[in-house]
């Protein structure tokens, strides 16, 4: 490994202890980035890693808000500006109750690197709260929403820094911080926030994206390996937002999700989650995001209890989309054991490293990385931006089209820079060096910073 990649994840090890995520988020980076490093000694000497590893900046503060019974509340709310170099900072808001700080800075990291890929003008930012939205009524979240907005409506703008959605961050929360945003400024600038509802700005596509992108970009991988989508069987994590896009975009090409898994444990569904179970999943998550068990009991199928579905054999692809590390060692042993092909990261970092790197090393395995499988979700972020820009509104069909189009240039970017450096079809490799080589050129390009 090339010394200022090891000296710098060494520093970050030694002086982020207390941030593991972190940790893991920029060791899993750098380790690829080696022959960049090589090939421009110039990045050494302008002290860029250290520079990439440390935020521009980053808000904390108090969020106070007054629930039904009429008591005080206080949650924790962070922002990340973790890197302007080639856009405005971009990336979602997490609202959950074990959010803070180590994983707003991992989300961040990773998030300047994914925005990248998508080749629009995009920073990295992202932040959140540990408000924990199970079971708050709708005057809680509008009262949370707009003192959360409270405290940040100063440092973000459509030109400075543009949240969105993240996990416990849907439409309804980006609607009430839009409206106290426009509120306080007295400024019509929807495109400070995106993910928004369609009679706000938002862009069509944008729900479905992430799990579009990813599906669009299994097709990438399949046609690589001289395969096709028709009739393949995923194992998924998750039955969320992005979740639920792949269900959805699967059954429209012919393969179906016959595996999907929640906190409680996993769903086995062999005829796959198609037709009006795509509604009821979307119903199940609104009433009980935590409990997918009711699927089970509704179409009679199997569901297993406090077990994740990592290791069956009756499917083509996993794609992990819950959440983060939810794929260890055991889990990525019986999934290498499986004999199946395809693990296709979805959720921010889903793998813990030492799975990733033991599921890469498995010669009959594709490995695909989440911050070119997932990006489809911030790409039509970007589009949402753009449309606010122009104060145009751009049909299903355009937008899904670009995304798409996205997802293709994705995968293929990744592949050509992994080749270039003598790696073979090696994606993660690829998408880390796609992406750190512009974000370092551009941070080159504009001097020290
Ligand atoms: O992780 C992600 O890329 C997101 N939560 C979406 C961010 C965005 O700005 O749309």
Redesign the pocket.
Known sequence: MNAHVANTIEYVKKTHAGQPVFVQAVDEMLSSISPVLDAHPEYEKADLLKRMVEPERMFTFRVCWLDDHGNWQTNRGWRVQFNGAIGPY?????FQKNVNEDIIKF?GF??TY??CLTGLP?GG??GGSDFDPAGKSDGEVMRFCQSYMTALYRYIGPDID??????GVGGREIGYLFGQYRRLKGVWENGVL??KGLASGGSLI?PE??GYGAVYYLQEVLAHENDTIEGKRLAISGYGNVAWGIMKKASQLGAKVTYFAGPDGYIHDPDGVTGEKLDYILEMRAKDPLHCKPYAEKYGVEFVPGAKCWGVKDVDVYMPAATQNDVAMESAEKIAASGVKYYIEVA?MPTTNDALNYLRSQKHMVVAPSKAV??G??????L?MSQNSERLVWTAEEVDAQLHRMMKNIHRISMEAAEEYGLGYDLVSGANIASFKKVAEAMYEQGIF
């Open positions: 971009k990336g979602g808001l997490r989300l990773e998030q994914k925005n995009m930012g992202k543009v949240p969105a959605g993240d996990m995106t993910g944008r994206a992430t921010n997932n990006a979700g911030v790409g039509v972020s970007g949402e």
